[in-house]
């Protein structure tokens, strides 16, 4: 097999990972931005502290590996509820920059307790069994086991999203105050368990992305959410926030265009960055509701 | 409660200004690290005061400042920086033609770097300003970050992540403090303007002040490549204050801009005398709270600091200011002779 | 809320003055403790602190150590030198480690002639045309020149591949550098960039593995080289990785394992090999108060405020601009990291070490003199 082939291929499977990765996190700012209008400028860092708690899960009270991502899981769920009722719930009906503008200094928090309580060193996260690493071979490209582990468990996450949006009265009622909070009310859903399970859900997964990121890269630092975070908030607006097709076909797009234009253009990957946000400015200027366009950019 | 008269109100002004031209006189006696703070003081305020144009005043949330000092600070120095100190810098690649054949004085450098800033401003403006809500604020924070990135790149022109040094320390207490006053009358006449009312009127129903006739597209851009201009005033004193620029994300990215939101959000959004407060007080706050970062020994014993307190501590209280007292310290509202007299007289009226 | 922190801060400061006696030395040390780069400083913090206890006086009187943070941020980076200076009184600062916030500094301990002596800031723009700012490290240019000659002369490399950190100063320089010297020897060089806070090299990797390169030079710092190492290996790389000091961290191993057995590295220091009497004493102490080895980062913070003390001790005064000319002439002085020259030009001369890193160790290969 000639060597441009085998790296089209390896690049396909570094497309196909870290966009699953984006797709996980791109889902809980979408679910988010579609009930409440929010953007949660804290999610990335949601899934920094995910990560945290798998970490000190395992080595300070010694659960296996399975058991302390999933403790871990659990307690950024947590996490995302108590956010959404101590900082959000109180400024739902203010107007919106109000909350967006809380969702800064939350993420603000949320870095600044990282740095007070783990400390700003990086830690190495080598809790995870080793044959996640092993390498499989396809032709002659070796792809890491993690990597089908990664795209496995994103497509898997994605079918319960999918169980829970349109099999359960949860979803139904989610799915509902998203297009109109006052007629569900009425209709006798619960409002704001409604938006604390979206908050739950939408934490749940950037845990589970933050696990699957930190065995691909594995340290965890107080400012690792950043720059995912705000990837993920790119590969939403992309596929249209607020719709979850959206942030999954946003996130792979956003892993497709990174990895590409570095592989094929290794002199431009300074510029790499450059090219997210100009797809997003372009995106926002010509088709402002994304690809899958959900809601009217207006109402009056 | 009694109003006070315009001439009463006049003599005020003028004696609290001559109260802190004498305070800015005599900011050396506290030393040079405190008149370096009254400095940064006024390029903060000037900062938020040009951020709380658009944020508070015009009602569109734009989350590009940190673009628009930069592209101040960048332009201002290379028109300052000496010939011999670029040589020596731009070793990589060297510095482009005509940059490197001029050097200019701060005053012309300044204003260059401020309308450098506002025609980015109006490039940037001019697709963003059709977009709404969040939608615009991403877009400004998208070009922030391209220009930030840019800036790293381009090694010809910036020096990229080598950044550039020896930038002559121009900046002292009189001109940041001068371009503050200039700052606060050019926008505190235009918040108050037909066409500031106009703006107020955009802020509070962008339809209805359509359906009345106002341009909203052109009321915004004015505003925005105001703002921008003194982004850019502010950037380039910030360049002579700190002598030394580089693009990361830390001095001149992202962050400079949520510090500045932090500012104007504690100020009172759309409140000039509040930004101002605003500014005061992060400037002032973030240097008491290391207090929380260093060993404290009181009567033997010694509590250990830990180190990132101030920034947890901070953030707590935006989230609290938020939360609980979303007007900030001034709502939209100016501090004026009538409201100081208003607050004392009610706390007489309490006392009795 | 100002209130009560107006009068904390009044009762703190008052105490802080009480508790100063009069017959102490201030050397104030400006390190990042917090934010982006606080690794760097708590590990410079280590040896500066252990270098206090084991040598707590100076002309007979006790060296009080006044620590700021400068938040890894650039406008506190300049206060903070301003704070020192003005309201702490100090002599003498240790630090910065970015060479960018030491560049933030310097014109204001220039201004009050403070000296400025950095434990690790190696850009070569540091010093250039300063008189009080100085360092104990060596500059970029050499440790470029270094790793070009060992790639050369040593791995025998022909062509290597050169990956950049375009986010870092450090990393473009030493890049720059770096591709002088080997071009210059007859080596051909493949460029690849990344920046910092990127996880994924695969790209770039699949790009420079194509061309068959005999070693693999990583300018950056070792978050990326870790995951560069680990992600090149996985892409069947089998050669040589070269680096510069910003390798040097036990985070590297144990976030890459034994994916960078086989990585070399320029440095400053190596603990199973130290190169000086005073050397063995500091990785003695230093495995006794903290329970690891000793960083280069900790070596050179350590030898940061010996070369202080000792210019101190030389000058016979506590008079800054006396204890800066002593700094500047200091020759052959015995350090943990070496024989530190300090010129005129505030710029360490000294030997590079070679570090391996052979079965999760930081092995000691050679020596490379100035």
């Known amino acids: 097999m000639d060597i441009g082939l085998n790296a089209l291929i390896q690049n396909i499977f570094n497309s196909l990972s870290l966009g699953s990765l984006y ?160 007629t569900t009310s009425l209709m006798g859903a619960n409002v704001n368990n409604v938006i604390s399970m979206t908050f739950v859900l939408g934490s749940t997964f950037a845990a589970v992305a933050g696990i699957l990121w930190a065995m691909k890269y594995p340290q965890v630092q107080p400012y690792m959410g950043f720059t995912p975070g705000l990837k993920a908030f790119i590969a939403a607006v992309i596929g249209g926030i607020g719709s979850i097709q959206g942030a999954i076909v946003g996130g792979f797009l956003l892993g497709f265009l990174e990895i590409m234009i570095v592989g094929f253009f290794p002199s431009l990957a300074g510029y790499r960055d450059v090219f997210a946000y100009v797809v997003l400015v372009i995106i926002l200027m010509f088709r402002p509701t994304g690809i899958f366009k959900i809601y009217s950019e207006q109402k009056v | 409660m009694k109003r006070i008269p315009l001439k009463i109100n006049l003599i005020l002004t003028i004696a609290f200004l001559i109260g802190i031209y004498f305070f800015l006189s005599n900011v050396s006696v506290l030393g040079d690290y405190w008149s370096r703070i009254v400095t940064l003081v006024a390029i903060y305020s000037i900062m938020a005061v040009s951020y709380t144009l658009v944020n508070g005043i015009t009602g569109i949330f734009s989350l590009g400042q940190a673009g628009f000092i930069a592209i101040g600070a960048y332009t201002s120095a290379l028109l300052t920086l000496s010939l011999q100190q670029k040589e020596m810098s731009f070793f990589i690649q060297p510095l482009i033609w005509p940059l490197n054949s001029i050097q200019i004085g701060f005053l012309p450098a300044t204003i260059i770097g401020g309308l450098v800033a506002a025609f980015f401003a109006f490039l940037i403006g001019y697709p963003s300003l059709r977009l709404t809500g969040d939608y615009f604020a991403i877009a400004t924070l998208a070009f922030a970050e391209i220009i930030r990135i840019l800036i790293q790149n381009l090694y010809g022109v910036t020096n990229g992540t080598l950044g550039l040094k020896g930038i002559n320390p121009y900046t002292n207490v009189w001109w940041a403090w001068g371009w503050l006053l200039v700052t606060v ?50 950037g380039a004193l910030y360049a002579h204050w700190i002598t030394t620029l580089d693009p990361r994300p830390t001095s001149l990215g992202v962050m400079l801009t ?46 250990p600091g830990v180190p990132g307190m101030s920034m947890l501590i901070l953030s707590v209280l935006f989230i609290v200011v938020m939360i609980f007292w979303r007007r900030g310290l001034m709502g939209k509202e100016e501090l004026n002779w009538q409201k100081i007299y208003n607050f004392f007289k009610k706390v007489e009226v309490q006392n009795e | 809320m ?106 204001i301990a220039e201004k009050y002639h403070i000296p400025l002596l950095s434990p690790a800031s190696t850009n070569p723009l540091v010093t250039q045309g300063k008189t009080y700012t100085s360092r104990v490290c060596f500059i970029d240019p050499f440790q470029g020149h270094v790793a070009a000659v060992f790639a050369i002369n040593n791995l025998k490399a022909k062509t290597a591949a050169v990956f950049t950190d375009v986010a870092q100063d450090y990393s473009v320089g030493l890049s720059n550098f770096f591709i002088k010297d080997f071009t210059a020897a007859g080596g051909v060089v493949y460029k690849e960039y990344y920046q910092s806070g990127d996880q994924d090299f695969s790209a770039q990797l699949t790009d420079a593995l194509s061309h068959n390169p005999d070693v693999i030079y990583i300018s950056g710092y070792y978050p990326e080289i870790a995951l560069m190492a680990k992600q090149a290996r996985q892409l069947g790389y089998k050669g040589p990785f070269l680096a510069g000091d910003g390798a040097e961290a036990p985070e590297l191993i144990k976030i890459a394992g034994s994916a960078v057995n086989g990585l070399y590295y320029t440095s400053h220091f190596n603990a199973d090999h130290p190169v000086t009497k005073i050397g063995q004493e500091f990785v003695a102490k230093f495995e006794e108060k903290y329970h690891t080895s000793p960083s280069a980062l900790a070596a050179l913070g350590f030898d940061d405020y010996l070369v202080m003390l000792n210019a101190i001790e030389r000058a016979n005064s506590t008079d800054p601009v006396k204890i800066n000319e002593a700094i500047r002439s200091t020759k052959n002085f015995e350090g943990a990291t070496g024989y530190i020259t300090i010129g005129s030009d505030g710029n360490a001369v000294k030997s590079a070490v070679i570090n391996e890193v052979v079965n999760g160790q930081f092995t000691y290969v050679t020596t490379i003199n100035p």
């Open chain 1, 23 to 182: 797709a996980l996190i791109a889902v809980g700012y979408t679910m988010v931005y579609g009930i409440l209008r929010l953007i949660n400028f804290a999610h990335g860092d949601i899934f920094m502290m995910g990560t945290y708690f798998a970490f000190y899960a395992i080595t300070i009270f010694f659960l296996p590996w399975y058991l302390g991502f999933l403790v871990a899981i659990l307690i950024t769920g947590l996490l995302g509820f108590s956010i959404e009722k101590i900082a959000y719930r109180p400024l739902r009906n203010a107007p919106r920059i109000s909350s967006l503008i809380t969702a800064i200094g939350m993420s603000f928090f949320l870095e600044s307790f990282a740095v007070v309580v783990f400390g700003g060193i990086p830690k190495s996260f080598n809790v995870y069994p080793k044959f996640f690493s092993d390498i499989i071979l396809i032709g002659q490209s070796r792809i890491p086991l993690l990597t089908f582990i990664t795209i496995g468990v994103t497509f898997f996450l994605f079918l319960i999203l999918w169980w829970i949006l349109y099999k359960t009265k949860i979803g139904l009622a989610m799915r509902a105050i998203s297009v109109d909070i006052p």
């Open chain 2, 185 to 234: 009358l050019i926008i505190g006449s235009l918040k108050y303007s037909s066409y500031g009312r106009a703006l107020r009127a955009i802020s509070e129903d962008p339809v209805a002040a359509k359906v009345m006739g106002i341009d909203v597209f052109r009321h915004q851009m004015m505003a925005f490549v105001i703002s921008g201009f003194f982004a850019g005033i502010s």
């Open chain 2, 258 to 303: 949520f510090y500045v939101l932090i500012m104007i959000v504690i100020g009172g959004l759309g409140s000039i005398t509040g930004a101002i407060l605003g500014a005061i007080f992060f400037a002032f706050v973030s240097q008491w709270l290391r207090i929380f970062e260093s060993n404290i020994t009181i009567f033997g014993f010694t509590i």
């Open chain 3, 2 to 107: 100002k209130k009560v922190l107006i009068l904390t801060s009044i009762i703190v400061m008052i105490f802080a003055t009480f508790a100063v006696a009069d017959d102490v030395i201030k050397i104030g040390v400006a390190l990042p403790m917090t934010g982006n780069i606080s690794s760097f400083g708590q590990m410079v913090w280590q040896g500066v602190e252990l270098a206090n206890e084991m040598f707590p006086t100076v002309l007979g009187k006790k060296v009080e150590l006044v620590l700021a943070d400068n938040r890894s941020d650039k406008t506190e980076a300049a206060n903070v030198i301003s704070r020192l200076i003005n309201l702490s009184n100090v002599v003498g600062i240790l630090g910065e480690v970015a060479s960018s916030n030491t560049m933030a500094g310097a014109p």
